[in-house]
């Protein structure tokens, strides 16, 4: 039940963050794949990260199918990095890892956008660096949004397991 619950909250978090007209690069969309990779199974946190892609694009009519390989991929990654929080979430690491997938998705993305055929940018080695040292100010958005992001769904969904247990246990029965 669990698992279906927190599956739902990641779906909502993703599908409502792409739908919301935001400031580009400014979004929560890598700290909820994190999340997902933390908390839920596997298989839960894949199928949940996908299917919010998938369903959000679907709305949004999104067409530009080359870049989004991309993006779904990156936003795969890090949900499978995040596997690596489970039973560990600490303060610590999840800046490292929120830090980890911000440089993650910044790197595959940018790639993504050189390498394809119809990028703006010759595919040579100076026009990968090129477009890479174009994408930099985007990336500052990004991390700064991870950090934050990842500091309010984890530090909200950690509170509340707190608050949780407290309630549960035997501070109550006096």
Known sequence: MKQIFLSFL??????????????????????????????????????????????????????????????????????????????????????????????????ITNFGVWVLPDSFYPHTRAGLIECFAAAVPFFWRTLASTLVSSAVLFGLYEASRFVLRFFKSDYLAA
């Open 10 to 107: 990641v779906v909502a978090l993703i599908v409502g963050q792409r739908l919301v007209p935001h400031e580009p690069n400014i979004s929560a969309v890598l700290a909820v794949s994190l999340f997902a990779g933390a908390y839920l199974s596997e298989k839960w946190a894949t199928m949940s990260v996908f299917g919010a892609l998938v369903l959000s694009d679907a709305i949004l009519k999104n067409e530009r199918f080359g870049i989004m390989a991309f993006v779904y991929g990156a936003l795969l990654l890090i949900a499978i990095m995040g596997f690596a929080l489970k039973g560990k979430v600490r303060v610590g690491n999840v800046i490292g890892l929120s830090i980890v997938s911000a440089i993650a998705f910044f790197l």
